[in-house]
Each structure stands twice: as C-alpha cells, then as structure tokens.
C-alpha cells in the first residue's frame, strides 16, 4: 500500500519571533502562547501534549496526555507509575514534551528532568478528580495486557462496590511529576518554510541562554 503526500502544502504567516521582543524567561511566554491557545488555537484541549521518553533499552515511546499545572517552576502531569511511560522515567528521568497549536501555527517543544510530586500534592489532585476518573485508576494496570474489554469492566465494578460507601483514596501506584525545564524553544511558522525558532537553554547560574535556530 502507497500514498504519496508530497503534495501537501501550507504557507504559515499569521506571526513572527524576534529575540529583541522576547521576554528573557521563557515560562512567561510559555504562559502568553498558552493563554493564546485557550482563546484562539481551536483545540478542545489546549493543555494536551505529547511527552517522549526513553526505555532501558534505549528505545524512544511517544504519547499524548494532558498538562494539569505550570508554574515558574515547571510542568506538571499525573499517571500510573507502573506504566510504560513511569517505568522508563524511574530508569531516565529526562523526558521531552512538545505542544501544537496548528491554528496558531506554534509549537513548543520542552526538554527536561521529571521527578515525582510529594504524595500530599498527588493525594490533593486526586480528590478533585470526578468518581469515575479515579475508580479507573485503581481499574486499570496501565500498559499491561489484558484479555478482554469485558476484563476491564469487570474491574471498574469490582471497585465501584469495593469504594460504594467510602472515599475512593488515590492508589499508590497513580501520581504527578513535576518537569523541571533544561531546554525550551519556541516555533513560529513563517513562509518559505524559514520557520522562526527561538531557544532557551538553562544555565549554571539559572539564566537563560536565548539563540535563534535555523529551521
């Protein structure tokens, strides 16, 4: 089977980046594009990313789940420790995440080490999660194979009875990281295909390194 999408075209014009414009911490623009995003990207969920780890084996896994939190700090998201995507932090901890706005014509793409939230931070989020989110959590062993849909199901009513009069606590496998940003660059479609990058890159003494990249 063969399809040929050479002919796929798009112009992108609708901005620029200028480093003499640029804010010299890039989490607030971080902040200011995603801002923008809620408002004008046309995407249901703007905080929806895709987070790139590497396996003990060195073999890179791609997937997309959902920014919770930033702050000047960092990123935050929440998973099962036991997925693949947690056992291949527990072995590397540096992971790459990367956001597309394709209305908006950006891409962020942020490199950095994940580490664990304090259990109090992942307990509090947990609570604030609908019933149904977190009975899935204790339902389903995250990556592992299972025999059926019909297996699944039959988990989450085992636990729907287990939980029916009482708090759903957080599982102890099921909690945040918080990515803490080495590298950030920021992409601007432009004509021509002569892509505005800006990159940011951490210093010893916690400044920021600005420089343009080639596209």
Known sequence: MEKDLGKYRMSYQ???LSIDSMSENPME????????????????EPNAMTLATVDENGMPRSRVVLLKKFTGEGFVFYTNYKSNKGQAIEKNPMVCLSF???KLERQIIIQGKASKLPKNISDKYFESRP?????????SEQSMVVTSREYLEGELKKYEEKFK???????????G????????????GRPNRLHDRIKYTLQKDF???????AP
């Open 131 to 139: 019933d149904g989110s977190k009975l899935g959590a204790w339902a």
């Open 177 to 188: 990281y918080l990515v803490l940003p080495e590298v950030i660059e920021f992409w601007q």
């Open 207 to 213: 400044d920021w390194k600005i420089e343009r990249l």
């Open 100 to 102: 597309y706005w394709h």
């Open 14 to 16: 609708k901005n620029e």
């Open 29 to 44: 623009i971080f902040k200011d594009w995603f801002a923008e995003a809620e408002l004008h990207g046309g995407n249901i």
């Open 165 to 175: 009069d009482a708090e759903i606590p957080r599982p102890l496998h099921w909690g």
